[in-house]
């Protein structure tokens, strides 16, 4: 299947400060990309659909200024985590759409990244 | 809106031998698609297999087929002969009609022993 790639893997940071989150299609060009949030032994909540030279569609209840998004190119969205708190502190995980071949899709997900706010 | 729901928080299966985790939907699109995902304790999550709605036959990949029952609106995954790296969390979820947002379950976590 697809590759997608996610960087960093785990990330502490200071409480105030700000950490972004880059998810990249290795092997093929994704116009829409998903950012997911996941809790322990929880399933994953979907925050947002980062659309390629688009804004990116918010879920409800997820802040766009907390949690900034930009898609500027086919293989590459980021995610910022401005100013951390500890309450943030989670599993973060991106998916990007492609074909599954017969007209089907499905979506590929990064490795996931570990934010521990302090 | 859809929903998917996994009744089975945990399971226990011995190696090589089969099992099947549940997976009830419901959605009331008349298209849509049903996948299973696999998350090991590193976190990735990884596709196993994809179901459409329209799919006349059961979807196999492998060891892992999906047994696709449409009036009751079930989508188990069947993994035959389990291996220990089988052991995971499995996610089943839905996508309907155009949209492309995936609709996760709560999972059901597989140990697999020896």
């Known amino acids: 299947g697809a590759v997608v790639s996610q960087h960093p893997s785990r990330v502490i940071c200071k409480s105030g400060t700000s950490v972004k989150i880059e998810c990249r299609s290795l092997d093929f060009q994704a116009t829409t990309m998903f950012w997911y949030r996941q809790f322990p032994k929880q399933s994953l909540m979907l925050m947002a659909t980062?659309?390629?030279?688009?804004?990116?569609?918010?879920e409800q209840g997820v802040e766009k200024d907390k949690f900034l998004i930009n898609h500027a190119s086919l293989t590459l969205s980021t995610l910022t985590v401005t100013s951390a708190h500890p309450e943030d502190s989670s599993f973060y995980i991106c998916?990007?759409?492609?074909?599954?071949?017969?007209?089907?899709?499905?979506?590929?997900f990064g490795p996931g990244t570990r934010l521990l706010v302090l | 809106a859809q929903k998917i729901t996994q009744t089975q928080p945990g399971m226990f299966v011995q190696e090589k031998e089969a099992v099947t985790l549940d997976c009830t939907y419901d959605?009331?699109?008349?298209?849509?698609?049903l996948f299973w995902y696999k998350q090991p304790s590193s976190g990735e999550m990884i596709f196993l297999i994809y179901?459409?709605?329209?799919?006349?036959q059961n979807a196999t990949e492998g060891r892992y087929s999906l047994n696709f029952q449409k009036a009751r609106k079930s989508a188990n995954l069947v993994i035959s002969a389990s291996q220990l790296g089988d052991s995971a969390m499995y996610f089943c979820a839905i996508v309907t009609g155009g949209g492309n947002k995936l609709t996760f379950g709560t999972g059901t976590q597989l140990k697999v022993e020896l």
């Open positions: 179901q459409g709605s329209y799919d006349e």
């Open positions: 980062s659309n390629e030279g688009s804004k990116a569609t918010y």
């Open positions: 998916s990007a759409r492609d074909i599954l071949g017969q007209g089907r899709e499905t979506q590929y």
């Open positions: 959605t009331s699109d008349q298209s849509y698609g």
